[in-house]
């Protein structure tokens, strides 16, 4: 409904500033910016968790038959489909090097990832919230296996995701349609250590002109 997706919006603009903390630390400011997290970003070893770019939210998946049956979710608006490609061309002028793009199976994870990253990997894992009753911190365990899971060296790993997944995770971070939380995961644990959208991207160009 759009009351619920104006107060998320105003959640995620209220913590862009903010940061969570490892699982189990205190919570601290943003650890990486501007030529640090370009050199953090070009060096590897973290996870890229974007949420899907901008949808219809006009449209709702209460009678989404399938995650194939694309008419019956929300869907990326041409704007959405404009920003996901200009993600993906950030990503690649900085010559940042990827390994893996994971996506969530709906409709329009696969078309942000696609559009952005040429091709995917659909992984219900991004969206499972597992056997744990909503609310419990033993909710969607699969996504925490992966922000978890370090990459191989010198490359990074992007998921293409959902905002309450994450959101369930970290607590406190609500991230905008586009945006990518950057995490540092550390096997059995994650951190997330800066939020980077469309914006931020450009400002990562900016430095390298």
């Known amino acids: 409904m759009w009351w619920v997706s104006v107060s998320m919006a105003m959640l995620a603009a209220a913590s862009l500033l903010w940061v969570p903390p490892a699982v189990g630390q205190p919570a601290g400011p943003a650890v990486l910016g501007g030529p640090e997290l ?26 989404m038959r399938s995650v194939e049956d694309c008419a019956s979710q929300r869907n990326l608006t041409d704007r959405g489909r404009e920003h996901a490609r200009a993600l993906g061309q950030a990503v690649r002028s900085l010559a940042i090097p990827i390994d893996r793009v994971l996506a969530s199976p709906l409709c329009r994870t696969v078309e942000t990832a696609t559009l952005a ?30 922000l978890s899971t370090v990459p191989p060296p010198g490359t990074n790993v992007v998921i293409v995701g959902h905002a309450y997944p994450f959101y369930s995770l970290v607590g406190g971070q609500l991230l905008d349609e586009g945006q990518a939380a950057l995490v540092r995961p550390g096997g059995t644990g994650f951190q997330v250590v800066a939020r980077v959208g469309l914006r931020e991207w450009r400002e990562l160009l900016e430095l390298q002109r």
């Open 38 to 63: 370009l050199a953090a970003l070009r060096g590897g070893g973290f996870i890229l968790y974007f949420r899907h770019a901008d949808t219809d939210h006009r449209q709702n998946d209460t009678r």
């Open 117 to 146: 990253f040429g091709a995917a990997e659909r992984s219900d894992a991004a969206r499972d919230p597992g056997s744990a009753a909503p609310g419990s911190p033993d909710r969607f365990p699969a996504l925490r296996g992966l």
